[in-house]
């Protein structure tokens, strides 16, 4: 792997140190920091056959690892959850002994209590969920091992609210394009990480971020591009509105 943007040496491959500098956090960090991690075809599809995977490469799953390793806590929608078979993150937080929680948002509570989310992981997930999710699931899961978090709602202030509450800064949002969408609509997306993988998927994929319009759109500047087998890895940061 290699960095197009900005180069040093356009030829000198990225060490594990070189590629956690690429993506490190901002420094001083007292109010979470939303960083949203996606793949896509080259022509906008943010799945093939329902799941990610199928984008995917040994590039993006590197980048992936290192986000994770970065991270303090995973954000993810349940239909995520589900749909990719989520288990709990395997690499420590740099700095630390235990990898990050996953964090689900669910207003149902409608997870498996035998999932890999509980059984196959160190710490246990984060269930953001609401009072009207069933007390019977809420219980389920909370015996199962999760921490269960009931909610006045689900909006993004409030579930980041929460996530600061607990000291967890260095958020790691992996979709799905549901909640990219609240996301981006709250304006609480601080940078986007595409992985672009030279596919053509063709009509029928959902995109990165789907749901009701209303967001406002936001510019975004090109902090870094990596280069690996024809896969683009593009870091990009929030400047402001448009206009």
């Known amino acids: 792997m290699i960095r197009l943007w900005p ?16 993506y490190a956090y901002p420094d001083g ?3 979470p920091w939303v960083r949203v991690n996606f793949v896509s075809s080259i022509d906008g599809a943010a799945a093939l056959d329902g799941v990610s995977g199928g984008l995917g490469s040994a590039a993006d799953k590197r980048v992936f690892a ?14 995520t959850a589900r749909a990719e078979n989520y288990r ?21 509570a409608r997870i498996d209590p035998q999932s890999r989310l509980l059984t196959d992981t160190a710490v246990p997930p984060i269930v953001l969920t609401l009072a009207t999710a069933p007390a019977e699931r809420r219980a389920a899961l909370a015996a ?3 921490d269960v978090v009931v909610l006045p709602d689900l909006t993004p202030a409030t579930v980041l609210a929460e996530l600061g509450r607990r000291g967890l800064h260095r958020v790691l949002c992996e979709g799905g394009p549901t909640l990219n969408n609240s996301l981006v609509a709250a304006d609480a997306v601080d940078e986007l990480c595409l992985t672009v993988s030279p596919l053509l998927a063709g009509a029928g994929a959902p995109r990165i971020v789907d749901g009701p319009d209303g967001a406002i759109a936001r510019k975004m500047e090109l902090v870094t591009a990596l280069h690996e087998d024809g896969v683009l890895l593009l870091r990009y940061r929030r400047v402001g509105p448009i206009g």
Do not use: H, Y
């Open 7 to 22: 180069s040093i040496d356009p030829n000198a491959e990225l060490s594990d140190d070189d590629l956690a500098g690429c």
């Open 29 to 31: 960090l007292t109010a």
């Open 66 to 79: 290192t986000l994770r390793e970065l991270a303090q806590v995973v954000l993810v929608g349940s239909g």
């Open 88 to 108: 709990g993150a395997r690499r420590p937080t740099r700095g630390t002994d235990v990898p990050p929680p996953i964090a689900v948002i669910t207003s149902s």
């Open 144 to 146: 199962a091992g999760a």
